[in-house]
């Protein structure tokens, strides 16, 4: 029987692998993690020299799968299916494509649902607080381990184009080009404020437990679907709420009351309920304290030029105009800090409809932009 895996620009079937570190890693929070694991999939071939590995960075409830289908489940692509495969503008055919997922997360790299090695527990709250500098070093390790010395190319969006940056900035030798999608230099007020609704939903759920839920076998439900609500307004442009639910009803009609009546409730109701059953209260924390933190040019006075300072790999920028989370101004404070610092940087704005989430998308613009430049970077290798 053919099934979706069987689809000539997909990947196939994948499986999961992990690499077990035994530590000790020491944190930005001046904890240390004594070992972990770092689960992670990989797409396409490895040259025979190892220099058309491309390494994909995730966003906040993104994870290690990225493309194609695991073998239980053929109806579930991973998260940036559309973009990673044989001829898609990260093209298999040519490159080594490596996604792990990120340290704190929930679902095989170690995280607050993972068992703490003194205790056999679950870490819950005690997991540390991780940074995006954290996750690039841990990276490194899985680079290391995987034999390859330099990456071809780093790719992100959103907070996975938040790591794309310290990479370039930590190990400026260890990647050639730099693809930062959709990102921007640190958060804003107002997108931390976000974040801290979100936090205070998860946090007061009366089954969070002090983020030891794990052991009364509950979930804060309630917290984390409202905190994915509030999450996923904010990444959708009002012109894209707008076309695909209007004021419509659900039922035709008013019905006075306060249940669903409007269909962009009851869609949201829906992408809640279904986040928690697929994501992690804890995680939701961790994942959006790192998005806080990062700010690469504190350390340099505010001078994000200053912070570029070290960098060697060529840069790639994209932003999309109905981006609002992360406008395209903030993609263009990267692009000017980086002409300051003397650096070679390429950039497009691509004119957009549906939001923040245009980056997981495939319009034409991006499509062809992003294919352009990962051409060049492959016949530099000779891919």
């Not at 076998?217 to 894209?240: F, K, N, Q, W």
């Not at 998308?361 to 352009?372: E, G, I, S």
Request: proline share 5%.
């Amino acid at each position: 029987m053919t099934t979706r895996a069987d689809n000539p620009s997909s990947v196939g079937v994948v499986e999961p692998q992990t690499l077990h570190v035994d530590g000790p890693m020491p944190l930005d929070c001046g904890k240390q993690l004594t070992q972990f694991d770092l689960v992670y999939e990989t797409y396409g071939t490895l040259n025979a020299d190892a220099t058309n590995a491309v390494l994909i960075c995730h966003a906040l409830s993104g994870n290690h799968h990225a493309a194609g289908y695991h073998r239980d489940d053929d109806t579930k692509p991973g998260w940036w299916d559309k973009c990673i495969g044989p001829g898609k503008m990260i093209d298999t055919n040519r490159f080594f494509v490596v996604s792990p997922a990120n340290l704190g997360g929930y679902n095989g790299s170690t995280g607050p649902g993972s068992a703490h090695p003194d205790t056999g527990r679950h870490y819950g709250p005690d997991f540390p607080v991780v940074t995006v500098a954290d996750w690039v070093r841990s990276q490194d390790i899985l680079r290391a381990a995987l034999g390859i010395e330099q990456w071809s190319a780093v790719i992100g969006g959103s907070l996975g184009g938040m790591q794309v940056m310290q990479w370039a900035i930590d190990f400026p030798n260890r990647l050639r080009h730099a693809v930062v999608i959709a990102a921007a230099p640190k958060l804003s007020a107002q997108n931390i404020a976000f974040n801290e609704i979100a936090r205070q939903a998860i946090v007061t759920d009366p089954e969070f437990h002090g983020g030891r839920y794990y052991e009364h076998d509950v979930v804060p439900r309630r917290g984390l679907m409202l905190a994915r609500m509030l999450g996923h307004i904010t990444y959708l442009s009002d012109e894209a709420m707008r076309a695909k639910f209007g004021r419509d009803l659900r039922d035709g009609r008013i019905s006075y009351g306060f249940d669903v009546e409007f269909q962009v409730e009851s869609y949201l109701r829906y992408q809640g309920a279904s986040f928690v059953d697929r994501f992690d209260a804890n995680t939701y924390l961790l994942m959006t304290k790192a998005l806080d933190y990062f700010d690469p040019a504190h350390a340099h006075g505010g001078d994000l030029a200053k912070a570029f300072a070290p960098v060697t790999a060529r840069f790639m920028v994209i932003s999309f105009t109905s981006d609002w989370r992360f406008a395209p101004a903030r993609s263009r404070e990267i692009v000017d800090a980086l002409v300051d610092a003397g650096k070679q940087v390429s950039y497009a704005e691509v004119t957009s409809d549906l939001g923040h989430d245009d980056f997981l998308l495939t319009m034409p613009h991006y499509v062809n932009t992003l294919r352009a430049y990962l051409d060049r970077a492959a016949r530099e290798i000779g891919a």
